[in-house]
Every structure is written in C-alpha cells, then in structure tokens.
C-alpha cells in the first residue's frame, strides 16, 4: 500500500497543474491515473463517481453502448483505481475503454438516445448520475469539448430546458445547453 501511496506522490510532483478536487469536469482523454487515486473524494473512503460517470459516458459512446448502469461504473471504477495505483502516468480512459469494451452490455433505464426528459421530471434523483453520464457520451459522441459541467449554473439552464421540453430526448437538450468552457484567466 505505501509503494502505491508513493507512486501517487511522484506522479503528482512529475505532473504539473495536477487537478485533485472532486467533482470536476474532467477531460476523459487526459485524465491520468494520478489524478485519480489522487481524487479528494477518494482520499476521503468514497469512489469518485463524478469524474467516473463522466468517463463511463465517454467510454460507452466510443464503443456505441448507449445505456447507463449504475453497477458497470461502480466495478469499472474499482477495478481502474486498482488499475491505476500501479500505473499513475497512465491515462485513465484507455483502460476504461478496454473494460467497457470487453464487459458485459449494460443494461438500465437511462438510455442515451432515448431517454426523455419527461424521464428526467419522473425521476430526478436518479437522473443526476445520468446527467453526468450523458455529458460525457455527448462529449465522445459529437466530438465536442462543450459541455453542461462548467458550472452550476450551466447544470441548472440544461435542467430547466429539460422541464421545459418533456418530449425531447435529454440528449438533444443538452446539446442544446452545452457550452464552451470559459477562458482561463
């Protein structure tokens, strides 16, 4: 456990800018194993399952699986904080792909090209996961950097448009609502 923990540290000192806060939008394709096992949400006996639901949703659109599970991201993500303790240089997503890939096909409620907001105003405590989720899948799907996760208030516009439009799919609102991330100052 120590080596793991030292493992960690040096990657955290060899990667500058290293972002440790929890519940971040992410970018699947950088996120390193270091920030990772590093999480604050980790650190504290929790899985991140923000940043994971955001990689899950990536990970699935690149290998055309459109349902969101629960339970895939919860052994995904043990099974790449275990992955990554010995490979902190390592990017996270291409294992994640590998093991959504070679898993079993989800199977759950929310799916990605059906799911409604009419959904979403039935079931809005299970929904949030499914928001995160769904970034992630626009993010790969339309090759975008747009997102819903820039800010809180971002998240609220998506989720009031989306009470607004209970026939349309959640996907294509938030699509709608997506924007760029602000400019670094």
Sequence with gaps: ???????AA??????????????????PETYLCAELVSN???????????EGLQLDGYASAAVNMDVASPDAV???????????????????????????ATGPVPEGDWNAKTSTCADF?????????????????????NNTTKS?????????AFIDACLLSPKRTMLEVLQENAKDAPAAK
């Design 10 to 27: 040096l990657a955290l000192v060899c990667v500058p800018n290293l972002v440790l806060a929890a519940n971040e939008k992410i970018d």
């Design 74 to 100: 919860h052994i995904i993500l043990n099974e790449a904080v275990n992955w990554c303790q010995e490979r902190p240089t390592d990017k996270v997503y291409s294992i994640w792909q590998q093991m959504r």
């Design 1 to 7: 456990m120590l080596k793991k923990v030292l493992l």
């Design 40 to 50: 604050e949400t980790l650190l504290q006996g929790e899985a991140p399952l923000f």
């Design 148 to 156: 819903i996760l820039n800010s809180d208030a971002d998240v609220r």
């Design 121 to 141: 105003a039935l079931n809005q405590d299970d929904a949030s996961g499914f928001i995160i989720w769904l970034d992630g899948y626009n993010r790969k799907a």
